[in-house]
């Protein structure tokens, strides 16, 4: 499953050696090299317990996050960053055509429960993810 499709870089050789099947959110679809075997949308469940949550105004219409609900793990691309260990960031404002609206839409995860974020830049938060997220966004989110 990519959270967006600037993560294709590896997916085709692992498609290749482990034949399992590319996932992408609908919305990054036509920004691949070469087709998804599977498409998603926000709020699908997905195979191993995942449910996908869309984030908009990101730096791919399609950037989408992975909640493992009964595990309490969000799972993020590019959508938050670790650069500092305990807290988040967003990328550079140039990924953005407008970053306070990217920050905004990250409000969402505010609906949903977990504890641990597992970031695709930087560090991870292995506890009280939640908090630091409320954080993040309680400085203009």
């Known amino acids: 499953m990519l959270a967006n499709a600037h993560h294709d870089r590896v997916c085709w050789w692992l498609k290749d050696v482990f034949t399992v099947p590319v996932f992408i959110n609908a919305l990054d679809r036509d920004l691949l090299e ?20 869309d984030f908009h105004n990101q ?11 009964d595990r309490k793990i969000l799972i993020v691309g590019d959508a938050l960053i670790g650069r500092v260990p305990g807290k988040l960031n967003l990328l550079p404002p140039d990924k953005y055509k407008d970053i306070t609206l990217a920050k ?5 995860l505010r609906k949903y429960e977990f504890d641990t ?8 938060i292995l506890k009280d993810a ?7 966004l309680g400085n203009g989110g």
């Open 34 to 53: 070469l087709p998804a075997d599977l498409l998603f949308k926000d709020g699908d469940k997905l195979p191993r317990g995942l449910r996908a949550i």
């Open 59 to 69: 730096k791919t219409p399609g950037e989408t996050g992975f909640l493992l609900g």
């Open 104 to 108: 905004k839409s990250l409000g969402v």
């Open 117 to 124: 974020l597992l970031v695709g830049d930087g560090t991870s």
């Open 130 to 136: 939640d908090l630091c997220v409320e954080e993040f």
